[in-house]
């Protein structure tokens, strides 16, 4: 997905991040970003009057914040997504991006990572990768899938005043988001975008399609599937398709 490229360090940073431990290695230093969180803290701006949990989670997101930004960008998320042990790919880093209400793809600032851990509990990366199921849980009660799902679609618009995501994007993203909880439908419609040569891009009125196929359509009979209530065209085909080769 390119749910964007989601694409230190001393004892002292790792010590701080909460329980990571990484070798020397996987911690060597991003260019340009200092190591030292007492030298970085400074540069995330003052901390008086807040929490002690506001404060440690400032100097979490310290230890990934691109120093010249102040925010973490693809590499931060990249060095994030290694010291929680998930690929940068993961349906829960997208997960983590909306609780945090993230505008862009690819970078967390300061007040939304505030806003998102503060809401998880979670200032350490032990206590963030504990919150991760409940994470989960949260996103796919349906009255939050109804306002996570079009957000994945709005977070993998990289450029202002796009309205579609191509095709091969499409499909990434439908995998991550309602193959979790519809997998034979999501397997069906990808191999369908795959294959056919209609459409190069999805539109956010198809991808809401896609939901309510998936919410209200018997499957695989389709039997329910009624093509003059106004489903988006591309379903009409879609339909068509999968009764031609129900076979």
Known sequence: ???????????????TAGDVQVNEKQNRKRKGVSTNLTSRKAQCGPTRGVSKEIERIDQLFCTYADSSSSVID??????????????????????LAWKMGCEKQGYFTLDEWRSGLKALHADSISKLKKAFP??????????????????AFRYCLTEDKKKCIEIPVACELLN???????????????????????????????????????????F??????DSDLAWPLILDNFVEWLRENKS
């Open 74 to 95: 693809p590499e931060g998320i990249e060095m994030l997504c290694s010291h929680l042990e998930v690929p940068h790919t993961d349906v829960r880093i997208l997960m």
């Open 176 to 218: 991550l988001v309602l193959g979790l909880q519809f997998r034979p439908q999501v397997d069906k419609l990808i191999n369908y975008l795959k294959y056919q040569n209609e459409y190069k891009v999805i539109n956010m009125d198809q991808w809401m399609g896609f939901l309510r196929f998936c919410n209200e359509i018997n």
């Open 1 to 15: 997905m390119r749910r964007s490229s989601k694409k230190s360090s001393s004892s002292a940073a790792a010590a």
């Open 220 to 225: 695989p009979s389709l039997d329910n599937y």
């Open 134 to 151: 409940e994470l989960v849980q949260e996103v796919i009660r349906p009255s939050n899938f109804q306002d996570f799902y079009p957000y």
